[in-house]
C-alpha cells in the first residue's frame, strides 16, 4: 500500500513563481476535484515520480515563463509513462509548450539570451518530435492555457463516467 493517494489532477509542468497553477486549482477546488501541486516547499521527488505515474489526469503545460529544460524533459518521460501504462490504467495527458521565451532585460529569469535560444530550439525540437504522438490514445496536445483547462475538464468527466462503468463492471 502506497502512503500516496491517487489524485484526479497531477499539475506538473513549470514552476517557479508561476501562476499557470492558480485558476485550474480555483476551478478544481469548485468542481470538488482532487489535484497534486508538485511546486511546494515540502516538494518529494519520491511523490512527485509518483504521482506522474499514477494520476488519472496529468496537465504538463511548458509556460514561456522559464526556460522550462526540465519541464520539456518531463514532458517526454511523461508521455512514455502514458504510454507504457496505456493498458493497464486510464491516465490521460495534456500537454501545452509555449512556442518560445521572449528576452525580458527586468528578469533575471529570462534575460540569458544563451539560455532563451537553446529553449526555443528545445521547444521547437520537443513540439516537432510530438507530432507524431496527435492520433495516440490519452495523449491530448493543446495550444494554450484555456483550452489545456477546458480539455481536462472534459476529461475529468470521462474518468468520472469511466469509474462508474468499473464500479458497474465489479458488482
Known amino acids: ?45 519520491a511523490e512527485d515520480s ?5 494520476d488519472k489526469i496529468i496537465l504538463m503545460p511548458v509556460t514561456d515563463e522559464t526556460y522550462g529544460t526540465g519541464t520539456l524533459s518531463e514532458s517526454a518521460f511523461g508521455i ?12 490521460k495527458l ?4 509555449a512556442p518560445e521565451v521572449k528576452y525580458d532585460p527586468n528578469n533575471p529569469q ?15 525540437i520537443v513540439s516537432e518530435h510530438i507530432k507524431i504522438f496527435h ?6 496536445f493543446v495550444n494554450n492555457l484555456d483550452e489545456m483547462l477546458s480539455i481536462s475538464e ?10 462508474e462503468i468499473r464500479e458497474m463492471l465489479t458488482k
Open 1 to 45: 500500500m502506497s502512503k500516496y493517494h491517487v489524485k484526479t489532477v497531477g499539475l506538473f509542468g513549470t514552476c517557479g513563481n508561476s501562476k499557470w497553477r492558480d485558476p485550474f486549482i480555483k476551478r478544481f477546488n469548485e468542481l470538488g476535484i482532487s489535484w497534486y501541486n508538485p511546486c511546494r516547499d515540502d516538494w518529494d521527488p
Open 50 to 54: 509518483w504521482q506522474l505515474k499514477n
Open 80 to 91: 512514455v509513462t502514458t504510454l507504457a501504462s496505456i493498458y493497464q490504467k486510464t491516465t
Open 94 to 97: 495534456v500537454i501545452y509548450i
Open 110 to 124: 529570462l534575460n540569458n539570451e544563451t539560455a532563451i535560444k537553446e529553449s526555443n530550439r528545445a521547444r521547437k
Open 135 to 140: 492520433n495516440l490514445p490519452n495523449v491530448f
Open 154 to 163: 472534459k476529461l475529468i468527466k470521462l474518468c468520472e463516467l469511466e469509474d
